[in-house]
């Protein structure tokens, strides 16, 4: 039986920076120093950032991290950093995600119930938020492992406080579906969500959802596009739908890196003097739903009097 760590055995959730390295807290850097196993998303991409802090990934090798060591060997050899397994010593960095969650989830909450601490990193920013891990800290919970939480950088709520949209209330979405029809149900889905709604997006799909929301949620809904937060080619542009549609098509630089889009909720969007701004909502209401329902759902949705929008609809209609 393998000695202990000295850490209280439990799972460590760890935020780390989402592009500017100055973020990492000292809390989480003398956390992952100490822990016997950090899990993480992409091992040579997680190498890269624990060699840059002086984070040494190797370690004792205990008979848990042995066991661990030839299961991961055997189910994640394309992620292994070559560097570090021609070494002595066990590899305590461990490639955790989607595709082999279900058999190294077991393993990791085995170590810590034999008094081992983990830690779990993602890629960039707080673990869990659009990315794999809660299997793991739902398997914790399920087994009476403590799970504690190492606070730190996050997208979504970096741009939801820069933003300049209510805050009191939002959802986070992630990433909306990659082809156009479920997309589009997704946006119609959340229509009439009065909340900030948080997406984010890739950068070759991000002109096709932006104009699925300006048709959806209108050309006047409010908008604040955040791109590469916190790197030096920072991007917060607020604006409404429609214009910032055309902001991101005229700009292919624009079209990179690491994309947040927070949308205003139903009822919260700027109006301009031309109705005919909400032109592309009232057509698509009218798809589905009679003018005088079509009108009552588009109040709702962008604040504009139903009865200016009721007769936009009937020329629209007309036409």
Same mark, same amino acid.
């Given at each position: 039986?393998?000695?202990?760590?000295?850490?209280?055995?439990?799972?460590?959730?760890?935020?780390?920076?989402?592009?500017?390295?100055?973020?990492?807290?000292?809390?989480?850097?003398?956390?992952?120093?100490?822990?016997?196993?950090?899990?993480?998303?992409?091992?040579?991409?997680?190498?890269?950032?624990?060699?840059?802090?002086?984070?040494?990934?190797?370690?004792?090798?205990?008979?848990?991290?042995?066991?661990?060591?030839?299961?991961?060997?055997?189910?994640?050899?394309?992620?292994?950093?070559?560097?570090?397994?021609? /070494? &002595?010593?066990? =590899?305590? +960095?461990? %490639?955790?995600? *989607?595709?082999?969650?279900?058999?190294?989830? $077991?393993?990791? #909450?085995?170590?810590?119930?034999?008094?081992?601490?983990?830690?779990?990193?993602?890629?960039?920013?707080?673990?869990?938020?659009?990315?794999?891990?809660?299997?793991?800290?739902?398997?914790?919970?399920?087994?009476?492992?403590?799970?504690?939480?190492?606070?730190?950088?996050?997208?979504?709520?970096?741009?939801?406080?820069?933003?300049?949209?209510?805050?009191?209330?939002?959802?986070?979405?992630?990433?909306?579906?990659?082809?156009?029809?479920?997309? /589009? &149900?997704?946006? =119609?889905? +959340?229509? %009439?969500?009065? *909340?900030?709604?948080?997406?984010?997006?890739? $950068?070759?799909? #991000?002109?096709?959802?932006?104009?699925?929301?300006?048709?959806?949620?209108?050309?006047?809904?409010?908008?604040?596009?955040?791109?590469?937060?916190?790197?030096?080619?920072?991007?917060?542009?607020?604006?409404?739908?429609?214009?910032?549609?055309?902001?991101?098509?005229?700009?292919?630089?624009?079209?990179?890196?690491?994309?947040?889009?927070?949308?205003?909720?139903?009822?919260?969007?700027?109006?301009?003097?031309?109705?005919?701004?909400?032109?592309?909502?009232?057509?698509?209401?009218?798809?589905?739903?009679?003018?005088?329902?079509?009108?009552?759902?588009?109040?709702?949705?962008?604040?504009?009097?139903?009865?200016?929008?009721?007769?936009?609809?009937?020329?629209?209609?007309?036409?």
């Amino acid at each position: 039986m393998s000695t202990p760590t000295a850490m209280p055995a439990c799972l460590y959730i760890v935020a780390t920076p989402i592009g500017n390295l100055t973020d990492m807290t000292p809390h989480a850097i003398d956390v992952l120093k100490q822990v016997a196993i950090i899990a993480c998303e992409d091992t040579r991409t997680s190498g890269k950032l624990l060699s840059h802090f002086g984070i040494d990934t190797k370690g004792s090798k205990t008979d848990e991290a042995k066991s661990l060591e030839t299961h991961h060997a055997t189910s994640s050899v394309e992620e292994d950093d070559e560097a570090t397994t021609k /070494q &002595k010593g066990h =590899n305590k +960095l461990w %490639a955790y995600h *989607e595709h082999n969650s279900a058999i190294q989830t $077991p393993k990791i #909450i085995e170590m810590i119930e034999q008094g081992h601490s983990v830690a779990l990193i993602s890629d960039a920013g707080t673990p869990l938020v659009s990315d794999p891990g809660y299997q793991l800290v739902q398997a914790a919970h399920e087994a009476g492992v403590t799970v504690s939480p190492i606070v730190g950088a996050s997208a979504a709520i970096g741009a939801l406080s820069v933003a300049g949209l209510p805050s009191d209330r939002f959802s986070f979405i992630g990433f909306l579906p990659a082809k156009t029809h479920g997309r /589009q &149900k997704q946006l =119609n889905d +959340l229509i %009439a969500r009065t *909340e900030t709604l948080i997406f984010y997006e890739a $950068p070759h799909r #991000i002109v096709s959802s932006l104009e699925d929301m300006e048709t959806i949620f209108g050309a006047g809904r409010a908008v604040t596009f955040c791109r590469e937060l916190t790197k030096t080619f920072e991007t917060i542009h607020k604006s409404t739908l429609g214009d910032l549609v055309e902001f991101v098509k005229a700009d292919d630089n624009q079209q990179r890196g690491e994309i947040v889009v927070v949308v205003a909720g139903a009822g919260m969007a700027k109006d301009t003097d031309d109705i005919s701004t909400h032109d592309k909502l009232l057509q698509r209401l009218l798809e589905d739903l009679s003018v005088k329902k079509a009108a009552a759902l588009a109040s709702d949705i962008t604040g504009v009097k139903k009865n200016a929008l009721y007769q936009r609809l009937l020329e629209l209609q007309a036409d």
